[in-house]
């Protein structure tokens, strides 16, 4: 079956009839399988909650230097989205009152995966990714759009001010309001798509952190989240997790090491963790780069490992 989803991946796109070669130097887990609960009964209270967004963007620019992670900050701050040409395969529903979400994928699917883009918001390249794991995974993806068509303003980036970008998270990032903007999501698959059974979540960037918290908070309405390229995702925020979890971070996200080690020590063979050491940061959203052909085979590289976790997890 698994054989069969991959295929609809290359599928899914022109660039994949490039042939993609093995990632360099990437250091895979070996699982060892643990016992661990899936139970959806657990309240936050009862584990060690994820860090909250509390360490501000202007405080991270300011320390690239000194931080041991420093890559991710320099290149949060940095690198640019891409111009994409591409014209996306799904359609914007509206949920709720005000807010409109990219949607893909068969009405009548069985799982559905809700993204956490970047704060570049529907960005092209963004809803590439999410038409080919759409056709990969055979399944409903959405994605929200959190900002409420107001993402960070290409106009000011890299930002001349880090202090506008802490505000920006702060504000329109906060979980406090994204929290039920997520939730409205998975009620409107619900009412929308009764075929759906399970839920599953991907963040890019600052939406895997985003993702981390809602593996705690909303476990009883999901059963798995991933992010590639994630924002400073601590060993303490999988800790937090009572659903497994997946991470596909850049060379630019520094040494995750700790963080990979608590993938395996609490998910065991349900968690999943591969290094792209030869992407950078943002590869599978808005600063994806579908002209070069290395980045093509990467992302496809990774979104076989999204169905691949999805598969096994929803």
């Known amino acids: 079956m698994i054989s069969t989803l991959l295929s609809r991946v290359r599928a899914a796109s022109v660039a994949s009839a490039t042939v993609r070669r093995p990632v360099v130097a990437v250091q895979q887990l070996a699982f060892v399988p643990l016992p661990t609960s899936t139970s959806t009964t657990s309240t936050p209270a009862q584990v060690l909650s994820p860090l909250h967004l509390s360490r501000s963007f202007s405080t991270t620019c300011r320390t690239m230097s000194t931080s041991p992670k420093p890559f991710i900050h320099k290149a949060c701050c940095t690198l640019p989205p891409v111009v994409s040409s591409y014209t996306p395969r799904g359609a914007t529903v509206r949920v709720g009152q005000d807010m409109n979400c990219y949607a893909v994928g068969r009405a009548d699917a069985t799982r559905a995966i809700v993204i956490i883009y970047d704060i570049f918001g529907l960005h092209p390249a963004t809803k590439q990714t999410a038409d080919l794991l759409a056709q990969g995974l ?153 002209e070069s052909k290395l980045n093509r085979e990467r992302t496809h590289e990774a979104v076989e490992d999204l169905v691949a976790f999805f598969d096994k997890n929803l």
Request: aromatic fraction near 10%; charge should be negative.
């Open 138 to 290: 055979d399944a409903r993806v959405v994605m929200p759009d959190l900002f409420l068509g107001k993402p960070w303003p290409l106009s000011n980036f890299p930002p001349k001010n880090p202090a506008d970008l802490a505000k920006f998270f702060e504000v329109s990032g906060a979980w406090d309001v994204v929290h039920p903007r997520i939730v409205a999501t998975i009620d409107y698959l619900n009412k929308h798509h009764p075929s759906i059974t399970s839920v599953g979540l991907l963040g890019f960037c600052w939406g895997g952190k985003i993702m981390t918290r809602a593996l705690n908070e909303l476990a009883d309405r999901v059963k798995a989240g991933a992010s590639a390229h994630p924002y400073l995702v601590t060993a303490e925020d999988i800790e937090g997790t009572l659903r497994p979890v997946a991470l596909l971070p850049s060379k630019d996200e520094g040494d995750m090491s700790d963080v990979q080690a608590k993938i395996a020590e609490k998910w065991g063979d349900k968690g999943f963790f591969k290094a792209f050491d030869d992407m950078h940061h943002g590869w599978c959203a808005a600063r994806a780069d579908f």
